[in-house]
């Protein structure tokens, strides 16, 4: 299994983002994707999650209509479409599957609000 995160920057608030999540070594198609993120000093949350079939979508509190998450079956590819970004939504943002009972997560990407 192979998660590879991209598309992290430095953006200003307000600004938006999009991140996506190469994915390999596994039927992608199957499995419920998710979005993680590690703010310093603090402990991993959930950000979003989606299903096979895209057909439901959560998402954490904090997020309040600002983040949509969806996905590319076809490409392999999980996106995270971030919009009017606060500097708490600094943080590593980073990708999920868990299969078999073992989660596979990617290296992250880095998301840095900041004027």
């Known amino acids: 299994v192979q998660l590879v995160e991209s598309g992290g920057g430095l953006v200003q608030p307000g600004g938006s983002l999009r991140l996506s999540c190469a994915a390999s070594?596994?039927?992608?198609?199957?499995?419920?994707m998710s979005w993680y993120r590690q703010a310093p000093g603090k402990e991993r949350e959930l950000v979003a999650s989606?299903?096979?079939?895209?057909?439901?979508?959560d998402y954490g509190d904090f997020v309040k209509g600002r983040f949509t998450i969806s996905r590319d079956n076809a490409k392999n590819t999980l996106y995270l479409q971030m919009n009017s970004l606060k500097p708490d939504d600094t943080a590593v943002y980073y990708c999920?599957?868990?299969?078999?009972?073992?989660?596979?997560w990617g290296k992250g990407t880095l998301v840095t609000v900041s004027s």
């Open positions: 989606i299903v096979s079939s895209s057909v439901s979508k």
């Open positions: 999920k599957v868990s299969r078999y009972g073992m989660d596979h």
């Open positions: 070594g596994f039927t992608f198609s199957q499995y419920l």
